[in-house]
């Protein structure tokens, strides 16, 4: 629950005015509010930090702990009778839970407790200003805080820090074990990051699985990196949820106030930048915010803005890459696809469609690519075949099947002429679903790769619980392949495994006439790269194809002498 600027002033006023005897304890039963007449009453006792039995030392007594323990561990508010001397007043305490601890409103001398209105209002003001699930304080008092920490910055005194932090794969963990096991998982996050901290150190939850640290009074950038990396090891090890192992990491992006922002939103967008980094530099790691970020972010913005208009401006096209079959056959060709930007000029693949899945454009552009190859295997001899590769992001549409079936009649093109090529990512998400589609276009007659077999979470049930046509060894394996006995005990494990199971093998990548020779003696069934034919232009697809025959014979024989 968000909380407004009167709340906040709201509360303030009240533990300043109140006539209460109100005190508010975190989860290690510390004093972190107080009433202005409860300091006035016990004096020295009543200090932030203080521990409940320091100011309550009633608690310690058998029946009284009994019964706060029950309330702090959930049960209903409850008020207990304090023990006391012979001729002393009455005394007793209304003990009621908050989000990160308990409440507790002192009666003394009155024989009563406090009013429930009151009680009431103390209670939903508290809750008002922290995070109901996590116990830490809420994102309106994030924002509040961060400004104060900035207006407070000037002369002698050190920068702030702002830290914030992003669980990695908290998605998976909400879709494989439930929201329930979420709830468990950002509540135990929480825990950790608040076991993290030090003095000038509060954590928030900012939003989702996102948390935040401000961080004052500290050498910078030393203690923002210190925390930075405590905070990144707390998270190694695993949380049990359920009797479940679950690992998920964090990310993390630094930056300090008044250098990279003289105001919460700006410094807020700094660290945001630096957040993004981390995440792009492999996860479960901290970046400090600096300049060049940036100008990066920037840049993939306006890549990211181009890229929305670039296939109705005519800026994407294919270039196809012929598939070899030993020794010298042409058997097709793998569609593949290109954007030359105005300005910047070619733009490789691999910056370009993570853009397009994350954006939701890869249904779009996936069609026309899928349309256009098609449409230019038609001008072939109809023994060739057209390779297209499919993102990820075009299963979850859920109508992947309906627009291949409906662009295979427009255009006129048998099913088997086409083969679809799919990276193992695509079996990791929704992979029941996946299969589904999958099999789906099998009966369609349309032939399925596995592509860049080996290089992500390879399993081997994949090739069980689906009839691939074709695995495709991925060129990390075949690039030291002449010389590294390693790939090649790998690439002849692939080829026999897949040939064990009626699966047919291209190799990627093959640069060399060596490279050839080695992939011809073990029996791959199909070679693609540079050394035996470059991406063409749809134009230039017809000549190589009528030259191939002797273009690839004078690849192989070059390679026999070369051996």
């Given at each position: 629950?968000?909380?407004?600027?009167?709340?906040?002033a709201?509360?303030?006023?009240?533990?300043?005015?109140?006539?209460?005897?109100?005190?508010?304890?975190?989860?290690?039963?510390?004093?972190?509010?107080?009433?202005?007449?409860?300091?006035?009453?016990?004096?020295g006792?009543?200090?932030?930090?203080?521990?409940?039995?320091?100011?309550?030392?009633?608690?310690?007594?058998?029946?009284?702990?009994?019964?706060?323990?029950?309330?702090?561990?959930?049960?209903?508010?409850?008020?207990?009778?304090?023990?006391?001397?012979?001729?002393?007043?009455?005394?007793?305490?209304?003990?009621?839970?908050?989000?990160?601890g308990?409440?507790?409103?002192?009666?003394?001398?009155?024989?009563?407790?406090?009013?429930?209105?009151?009680?009431?209002?103390?209670?939903?003001?508290?809750?008002?200003?922290?995070?109901?699930?996590?116990?830490?304080?809420?994102?309106?008092?994030?924002?509040?805080?961060?400004?104060?920490?900035?207006?407070?910055?000037?002369?002698?005194?050190?920068?702030?820090?702002?830290?914030?932090?992003?669980?990695?794969?908290?998605?998976?963990?909400?879709?494989?074990?439930?929201?329930?096991?979420?709830?468990?998982?950002?509540?135990?996050a929480?825990?950790?990051?608040?076991?993290?901290?030090?003095?000038?150190?509060?954590?928030?939850?900012?939003?989702?699985?996102?948390?935040?640290?401000?961080?004052?009074?500290?050498e910078?950038?030393?203690e923002?990196?210190?925390?930075?990396?405590?905070?990144?090891?707390?998270?190694?090890?695993?949380?049990?949820?359920?009797g479940i192992p679950?690992?998920?990491?964090?990310?993390?992006?630094?930056?300090?106030?008044?250098?990279?922002?003289?105001?919460?939103?700006?410094?807020?967008?700094?660290?945001?930048?630096?957040?993004?980094?981390?995440?792009?530099d492999?996860?479960?790691?901290?970046?400090?915010?600096?300049?060049?970020?940036?100008?990066?972010?920037?840049?993939?913005?306006?890549?990211?803005?181009?890229?929305?208009?670039?296939?109705?401006?005519?800026?994407?096209?294919?270039?196809?890459q012929?598939?070899?079959?030993?020794?010298?056959?042409?058997?097709?060709?793998?569609?593949?696809l290109?954007?030359?930007?105005?300005?910047?000029?070619?733009?490789?693949?691999?910056?370009?469609?993570?853009?397009?899945?994350?954006?939701?454009?890869?249904?779009?552009?996936?069609?026309?690519?899928?349309?256009?190859?098609?449409?230019?295997?038609?001008?072939?001899?109809?023994?060739?075949?057209?390779?297209?590769?499919?993102?990820?992001?075009?299963?979850?549409?859920?109508?992947?099947t309906?627009?291949?079936?409906?662009?295979?009649?427009?255009?006129?093109?048998?099913?088997?002429?086409?083969?679809l090529?799919?990276?193992?990512?695509?079996?990791?998400?929704?992979?029941?679903?996946?299969i589904?589609?999958?099999?789906?276009?099998?009966?369609?007659?349309?032939?399925?790769?596995?592509?860049?077999?080996g290089?992500?979470?390879?399993?081997?049930?994949?090739?069980?619980?689906?009839?691939?046509?074709?695995?495709?060894?991925?060129?990390?394996?075949?690039?030291?392949?002449?010389?590294?006995?390693?790939?090649?005990?790998?690439?002849?494990?692939?080829?026999?495994?897949?040939?064990?199971?009626?699966?047919?093998?291209?190799?990627?990548?093959?640069?060399?006439?060596?490279?050839?020779?080695?992939?011809?003696?073990?029996?791959?069934?199909?070679?693609?790269?540079?050394?035996?034919?470059?991406?063409?232009?749809?134009?230039?697809?017809?000549?190589?194809?009528?030259?191939?025959?002797?273009?690839?014979?004078?690849?192989?024989?070059?390679?026999?002498?070369?051996?």
């Amino acid at each position: 629950m968000d909380v407004s600027h009167a709340g906040e002033a709201l509360l303030a006023d009240l533990l300043a005015n109140t006539t209460e005897l109100l005190s508010l304890y975190d989860r290690d039963f510390r004093l972190t509010h107080y009433a202005a007449r409860l300091k006035g009453l016990y004096g020295g006792a009543v200090v932030p930090g203080a521990a409940i039995w320091e100011i309550y030392p009633s608690f310690l007594d058998t029946r009284c702990r009994d019964e706060f323990l029950r309330v702090f561990q959930g049960g209903s508010a409850a008020s207990i009778e304090l023990p006391r001397s012979s001729g002393e007043a009455p005394r007793s305490v209304f003990v009621f839970g908050t989000a990160n601890g308990v409440g507790i409103i002192e009666s003394q001398g009155r024989g009563e407790r406090s009013t429930a209105e009151e009680q009431e209002h103390v209670i939903l003001l508290h809750q008002a200003t922290h995070d109901v699930l996590t116990g830490l304080q809420n994102r309106r008092r994030f924002g509040e805080r961060l400004q104060e920490a900035l207006a407070a910055i000037g002369g002698p005194k050190p920068k702030a820090a702002l830290l914030q932090i992003d669980l990695d794969d908290f998605k998976s963990v909400n879709d494989t074990l439930g929201h329930g096991a979420g709830d468990t998982l950002l509540q135990l996050a929480a825990g950790r990051i608040r076991d993290a901290l030090q003095d000038g150190e509060s954590a928030y939850r900012y939003a989702g699985d996102e948390f935040a640290v401000i961080q004052l009074g500290k050498e910078q950038p030393m203690e923002a990196e210190r925390l930075a990396g405590s905070l990144v090891n707390a998270f190694k090890d695993p949380f049990v949820i359920n009797g479940i192992p679950v690992f998920v990491g964090s990310s993390i992006g630094i930056a300090f106030g008044p250098e990279h922002g003289t105001d919460g939103e700006q410094l807020m967008k700094a660290a945001d930048i630096a957040l993004y980094a981390a995440k792009t530099d492999g996860r479960g790691c901290a970046r400090t915010f600096n300049r060049p970020m940036l100008l990066l972010l920037e840049q993939r913005e306006n890549l990211r803005r181009s890229l929305r208009t670039a296939l109705e401006r005519g800026e994407l096209y294919i270039e196809y890459q012929p598939l070899i079959r030993p020794p010298s056959s042409v058997i097709g060709f793998e569609a593949l696809l290109r954007w030359r930007h105005p300005e910047i000029g070619i733009i490789p693949p691999g910056v370009f469609i993570p853009i397009a899945e994350a954006d939701g454009l890869m249904d779009e552009i996936g069609r026309w690519v899928l349309e256009q190859a098609c449409r230019q295997a038609l001008t072939w001899p109809s023994s060739l075949t057209v390779a297209v590769n499919l993102s990820p992001a075009q299963f979850l549409s859920g109508s992947l099947t309906d627009t291949v079936a409906q662009i295979i009649d427009a255009v006129g093109i048998r099913a088997e002429r086409l083969e679809l090529e799919i990276t193992e990512t695509v079996l990791l998400e929704k992979t029941i679903d996946n299969i589904d589609t999958l099999n789906t276009l099998n009966v369609l007659g349309i032939r399925i790769s596995l592509d860049d077999f080996g290089t992500y979470y390879s399993s081997l049930s994949y090739l069980k619980n689906f009839p691939f046509d074709t695995v495709k060894i991925d060129q990390y394996f075949i690039t030291d392949l002449e010389t590294d006995l390693k790939s090649q005990t790998i690439v002849q494990s692939i080829i026999n495994l897949a040939h064990g199971l009626g699966i047919s093998v291209t190799a990627e990548g093959v640069e060399t006439s060596a490279q050839a020779r080695w992939l011809v003696e073990e029996n791959c069934d199909c070679l693609q790269g540079n050394f035996l034919g470059r991406p063409l232009g749809a134009d230039a697809t017809g000549d190589f194809i009528r030259r191939s025959p002797s273009k690839g014979r004078r690849a192989m024989e070059e390679s026999n002498r070369a051996l």
